[in-house]
């Protein structure tokens, strides 16, 4: 029998291959749809792609090669200033993990040369330069890319056990999360969000009433390819068989998605996910500690990729 850790690393190593076939697929079909003249369907092949690549460390070639593939569908459709930031891109992950002269690094400065070229001849330099965006701008920009990088989460959760099992029954809460990628700690990206959820525990005598848990609650977590686990602090309002008005409590939790399909230039993205985590409410006044652990389901939607 595989124990824990055993079960874990099965797990990831599942994870990975399906990862790794399925960006291949995508970057395969974006080649085919490139060679064919359809550099449309290809962009949106190459985007799905880099939903997976964008699971991998920073120093993955992957990154680098669907970006690439990524600004030449762009340079096809015209879109020649967001071709050259992906090459930027692109770049900057290759410098991370190849020479300075090696020759896949050599051909990505060669042809991000020849687009700036472009760039520059389909200019016209009589033109008044607009000026720097303002403040305004900048923070509606940046809003804006939050948007585009965040998924939303609702979902119900069941308790698995607590401090109140022998006098309430197991209930059914309703959730909802809000989650986008704050930062990248070197290979790990790190991810940000907020929790709200209700949850109601029936009585298992008539001397006791219903449970009533809500809260509101942030956590912080690195992702590992499809595993994020996170851990956060909140107020929760507790109401029926307890008389506690409110309680700060602390929660972690492991999510583990177990479909994703990005979303292409013309739907939302969508992505099934479960979710095992407990949530520790403290002591208030001459109440009692204690802790709800629970699994949740849930289902989440995201704006399709910004290129």
């Known amino acids: 029998m595989l124990g824990r850790v055993g079960l874990a690393l099965v797990l990831l190593a599942t994870t990975a291959a399906g990862q790794q076939g399925l960006w291949e697929s995508l970057i395969e079909q974006g080649n085919q749809a490139l060679a064919a003249g359809n550099p449309h369907e ?149 991810i940000a969000g907020l929790d709200h959820f209700e949850l109601q525990l029936p009585a298992k005598h008539a001397d006791h009433r219903p449970v009533r848990l809500r809260g509101n609650s942030v956590f912080l977590g690195p992702s590992l390819g499809r595993f994020l686990l996170t851990m956060g602090a909140g107020q929760y309002s507790l109401s029926g068989g307890l008389a506690d008005p409110s309680r700060i409590g602390l929660n972690g939790a492991l999510t583990v998605s177990i479909l994703g399909r990005p979303g292409d230039s013309s739907s939302i993205g969508t992505q099934v996910a479960l979710r095992i985590g407990g949530l520790h409410l403290l002591a208030a006044g001459d109440q009692e500690t204690f802790t709800l652990w629970q699994l949740g389901f849930s289902i989440g939607f995201r704006r399709p990729p910004p290129w």
Do not use: K
């Open 42 to 190: 290809a962009r949106n092949h190459y985007s799905r792609a880099w939903e997976v690549a964008a699971q991998y460390p920073v120093h993955d070639l992957r990154r680098a090669t669907t970006q690439r593939n990524l600004a030449q569908a762009r340079m096809l459709l015209g879109d020649l200033v967001p071709a050259d930031s992906l090459y930027d891109r692109a770049i900057i992950c290759a410098e991370r993990t190849l020479e300075q002269q090696h020759s896949y690094l050599v051909t990505l400065r060669h042809e991000q040369e020849n687009l700036r070229a472009a760039i520059a001849a389909s200019l016209d330099f009589h033109e008044e330069r607009p000026p720097p965006p303002s403040l305004w701008e900048a923070l509606v920009l940046r809003v804006r890319w939050i948007t585009d990088h965040t998924i939303v989460r609702p979902g119900i959760s069941r308790p698995l056990g607590d401090s109140l099992s022998t006098t309430h029954d197991g209930g059914l809460g309703m959730s909802a999360t809000l989650q986008f990628r704050l930062m990248e700690l070197g290979a790990l990206p790190i």
